[in-house]
């Protein structure tokens, strides 16, 4: 069966009314015919029939145990630290997501979690930095924003041989590109405001366990913390959910059209891709990313200034300026003063977030229509460069 098929197999037809679209059970508490006697329901926050419907359609996407639904991508990653205990450590990928790393820093480690970063695309150093107390390796592949891909078989390999689990941030490939529990991963956790939800219009979060055990505990946080999803934002990722192989096959097409095309252009220093030969972890992403290397694109310009990345970022017209990816709209933004705002200068050039870096998220329009609108706003840094070197001479020819 092909990736859509299954998925639209697993979207379950209502039981009671045979309604094809999943209902919105908009209900805070369920009525019992006598203390604990119920229909499998007894409070909204511990369980609700339409994040039930979501739930077990992300377990079954991520041939996982069982899927959790959260109000957003930061309180899914916040209910998998919260397995740990204070003196726990974490070994985490380098260029990490910056909320991410801000939750980890500011919070975790106050409450006595340690977390080391290395460069997991190559699992020699995760190896190396694994430590008795190392309880969760933490991975997103491909990163953001510099796509850096991480050899999840491998990685779980050496976390399991030192015991610790390893979770996966699965939200860039989407599981229509890659099934990390398959690979070994014991956890998956998705930002679903993004391609998931894939509209740009809502903010939610999942995690999908691999087995019973960390199911039942991954519930137990659920339940205990709150930070569930509602059932109107379930509904919406369902429907996004229907429409998601297809998409997410042609944010991968258009995306290798743009990244190729990028390439060609004087003013592009760096193009990241993993789908391009060049990228140094095409390899390994050909291998476990089945059917495409995803919707986002980034380029680091000759120009490395803050000034030239903003200058780009304001001339495109289809492509928007905005945080998040994954919609069908096509954003674009720069990671230096805006998603790793929070992430310290040289720790953000270290992982590779140059100053001019600029991210794509490739939406659903025509792939022709949007290589022209970049090319419209790169035209528009020479003529900018141009028109400064023409002012300094002038100046220089006054003084
Ligand atoms: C956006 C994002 C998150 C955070 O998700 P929210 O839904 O914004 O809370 C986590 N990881 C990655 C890779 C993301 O892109």
Not at 6 to 31: C, H, M, N, R
Not at 45 to 53: E, F, I, L, Q
Not at 134 to 153: A, R
Not at 362 to 383: C, F, M, N, Q
């Amino acid at each position: 069966m092909q990736a859509s098929t299954y998925l639209l197999q697993s979207i379950p037809v209502d039981e009671l009314t045979g309604a094809i679209a999943v209902p919105i059970y908009q209900t805070s508490t369920f009525v019992q015919e006598a203390p604990g006697v119920n229909k499998g329901y007894d409070y909204a926050r511990s369980g609700n029939p339409t994040r039930r419907a979501l739930e077990d359609l992300l377990a079954k996407l991520e041939y996982g145990h069982s899927g959790y639904a959260f109000a957003s991508g930061l309180a899914a990653i916040d209910a998998v630290v919260k397995l740990l205990s204070a003196g726990d450590q974490i070994v985490a990928i380098d260029d990490l997501y910056g909320g991410a790393f801000r939750l980890f820093e500011q919070v975790y480690r106050r409450f006595g979690i340690d977390i080391v970063y290395v460069d997991t695309a190559n699992p020699a150093e995760v190896a190396a930095a694994l430590t008795e107390r190392t309880k969760l390796v933490w991975l997103e592949s491909p990163s953001n924003p510099t796509l850096k891909v991480s050899d999840i078989q491998a990685i779980a390999d050496v976390a399991h041989a030192h015991g610790a689990l390893l979770c996966v941030d699965n939200t860039f490939a989407s599981p229509v590109l890659q099934q990390p529990i398959r690979l070994g991963a014991d956890i998956v956790v998705h930002s679903a405001t993004k391609y998931l939800g894939g509209h740009s219009d809502l903010i939610a979060g999942a995690v999908v366990a691999a087995t019973a055990e960390l199911g039942q505990q991954l519930k137990f946080i659920q339940n205990a913390s709150g930070g569930i999803l509602a059932p109107f934002d379930c509904f919406l990722v369902i429907r996004g959910l229907e429409t998601l192989a297809l998409r997410v096959e042609r944010h991968c097409s258009t995306a290798l059209k743009v990244a190729r095309y990028l390439q060609t252009r004087p003013e592009v220093a760096a193009v990241y891709y993993p789908g391009l030969e060049t990228h140094p972890n095409h390899a390994i992403a050909k291998k476990q990313q089945r059917s495409g290397f995803g919707g986002i694109v980034a380029l680091v310009l000759k120009d490395d200034t803050q000034e030239a990345a903003t200058r780009v970022v304001t001339s495109t017209q289809y492509f928007k300026l905005a945080e998040s990816l994954g919609g069908a709209k096509s954003l674009l933004c720069h990671p230096a003063t805006m998603t790793h705002k929070s992430t310290p200068v040289a720790q953000r050039r270290a992982a590779g977030v140059a100053d001019s870096l600029i991210r794509l998220s490739v939406g659903l329009e025509d792939a022709d229509d949007l290589i022209e609108d970049l090319g419209r706003a790169l035209d528009a840094l020479t003529a900018a460069k141009a028109e400064t070197e023409v002012e300094l001479e002038a100046e220089a020819q006054l003084a």
